[in-house]
């Protein structure tokens, strides 16, 4: 494998990382999808034009999902029944628990909570979870 000639650049490991919002305690996860923004494409076809023209439009950002196996704390249980926007992040972490890049989001909200699917045929760990909309977001690289 060939090296990387800028100095000081390695892909970052996906194997660590926690949720903090405003005001609530922090809560590990075992995956997390979402950490995205899109812009809408516009196409205006000006008079006698053979071809649009493209043009940006807004932001959309990706719901945030978490997944984690269900505890007991049900902290965020409670921020989904209240449902009150607040700021949080999803922060990555290194090999020695040290932050590496943030996520912020702002004015998040859970908008969809998922319990466990329960088989008592299978050998499963009981997974939940919670789906946040957010305002934005932004990435922090440390």
């Known amino acids: ?12 490991g996906a194997h660590m990382f926690h949720l903090e ?8 996860f075992t995956r997390c999808d979402g950490l995205g923004v899109r812009r809408e494409v516009l196409a205006y076809c000006e008079g006698g034009a053979v071809a649009p023209r493209i043009f940006r439009g807004r932001e959309l950002a990706s719901s945030i999902v978490l997944e984690r196996g269900v505890f007991r704390d049900t902290t965020l249980w409670s921020w989904y029944l209240r ?4 700021d949080g992040a999803v922060v990555l972490l290194g090999r020695n ?14 908008s969809a909570w998922t319990g466990p699917s329960l088989d008592a045929n299978e050998a499963a760990i009981a997974l939940e979870s919670l789906e946040i909309a957010h305002e934005g977001i932004e990435w922090v690289a440390r």
């Open 97 to 110: 628990g040290e932050e590496v890049a943030r996520w912020r989001f702002l004015r998040g909200w859970p």
């Open 1 to 12: 494998m060939g090296n990387d000639s800028r100095a000081g650049v390695a892909a970052l």
């Open 83 to 86: 449902g009150d926007p607040r």
């Open 21 to 28: 919002v405003d005001g609530l305690s922090c809560a590990s």
